[in-house]
């Protein structure tokens, strides 16, 4: 079981996204007609959202943990290279999962500070949003 897992996934900025927009880059967004790992034709490098305040309800809603403000500053998922959220995957199962979008950044260290930051294991997804058999656990007890 994943502690505080709603509080994470409905809880309010800490953060504002800034310039980051990583999630824009590799999310699905359905009204758009934006499949995994198409660039939204709103995103703005180094601003975020072209239509922000008219944008879709999902990116309305949509927060990473780090906007919540799990991990340090520099584990921000445009200087990390790791966007980590919490959802639900194939066959059901909710908990904290990352994606590596920057293939050239090691991103252990951002993994175990948000694993230790939000106290529950962070599960590596592939490209396909599947779960890896790879977590990194929190070396901290809540």
């Known amino acids: 079981m994943v502690p505080e897992v709603a509080a994470v996934h409905h809880g ?3 953060r504002p996204c800034g310039g980051c927009t990583v999630c824009c880059d590799v999310l699905p967004v359905e009204a758009l ?4 790992h198409e660039r939204c034709p709103h995103a703005v490098d180094g601003v975020g959202c072209s239509i922000y305040g008219e944008y879709f309800e999902i990116c309305k809603t ?8 799990h991990g340090s ?16 995957v194939r066959g059901g199962e909710r908990g904290i999962y990352a ?10 260290g951002t993994l175990q ?14 490209e ?8 990194t656990s929190p070396t901290t007890k809540r």
């Open 128 to 135: 396909e949003m599947e779960p890896r058999q790879t977590s």
């Open 73 to 88: 500053e520099e584990d921000r998922p445009d200087l990390s290279g790791v966007l980590v959220d919490c959802r639900q």
């Open 12 to 14: 309010k900025v800490v």
């Open 99 to 108: 994606l590596q979008v920057d293939h050239e950044k090691n991103i252990q």
């Open 113 to 126: 500070r948000i694993a230790d930051d939000v106290g529950a294991p962070v599960q590596l997804l592939d």
């Open 62 to 69: 949509y927060r990473c943990v780090w906007t919540l403000g």
């Open 33 to 36: 007609n934006k499949g995994l």
